[in-house]
């Protein structure tokens, strides 16, 4: 399990976590509101929604005999 989408790219069996595009979108929302004028004290703090599930198929049939059909269809995103 890894902590960065990349590190599955690269060849690492799965990455469970925050999906960064979503992450990144609300980034853009806050610094609107602070241009706006919106004090950072007075925004709420968020805890991400969205979250991304990522295989990398090709070391996964090295690591598991069969594909786990469960873990597979979880997936948000398969590497093959």
């Not at 599930?53 to 873990?71: E, G, Q, R, S």
């Amino acid at each position: 399990m890894y902590s960065a989408g990349a590190d599955v790219d690269a060849g690492g069996l799965m990455y469970y976590g925050a999906d960064r595009e979503d992450s990144y979108r609300r980034v853009a929302y806050f610094v609107d509101r602070i241009l706006k004028g919106a004090k950072p004290a007075d925004l709420p703090v968020e805890q991400p929604t969205k979250f991304e599930f990522v295989i990398n198929l090709k070391t996964a049939k090295t690591d598991w005999p069969n594909d786990p059909p469960d873990v597979l269809a979880r997936a948000t995103k398969i590497i093959r």
